[in-house]
């Protein structure tokens, strides 16, 4: 599970800037745990996510567990 967030967490970074070219890719990796993580799980990576102080990134998780 913190292979995974580091993973998205590092595409989040790169997605920092408007049109970056890893944009793409850190839609796929969001709509990837989207589609294969229970409810649960996405909460505890959101939960690990603000922790480490990635509000953004927690958001999009919490958004992701609310689908």
Same mark, same amino acid.
């Given at each position: 599970?913190?292979?995974?967030?580091?993973? #998205?967490?590092?595409?989040?970074?790169?997605?920092? /800037? *408007?049109?970056?070219? !890893?944009?793409?890719?850190?839609?796929?990796?969001?709509?990837?745990?989207?589609? /294969?993580?229970? #409810?649960?799980?996405?909460? !505890?990576?959101? *939960?690990?996510? /603000?922790?480490?102080?990635? *509000?953004?990134?927690?958001?999009?998780? *919490?958004?992701?567990? !609310?689908?």
């Amino acid at each position: 599970m913190a292979g995974v967030l580091e993973k #998205v967490s590092r595409l989040d970074s790169a997605t920092a /800037t *408007q049109n970056a070219p !890893e944009a793409a890719e850190f839609r796929v990796a969001a709509d990837y745990l989207a589609a /294969t993580a229970s #409810v649960e799980t996405l909460r !505890e990576l959101a *939960q690990v996510a /603000t922790a480490r102080g990635e *509000q953004r990134l927690a958001g999009l998780l *919490q958004k992701a567990a !609310e689908f």
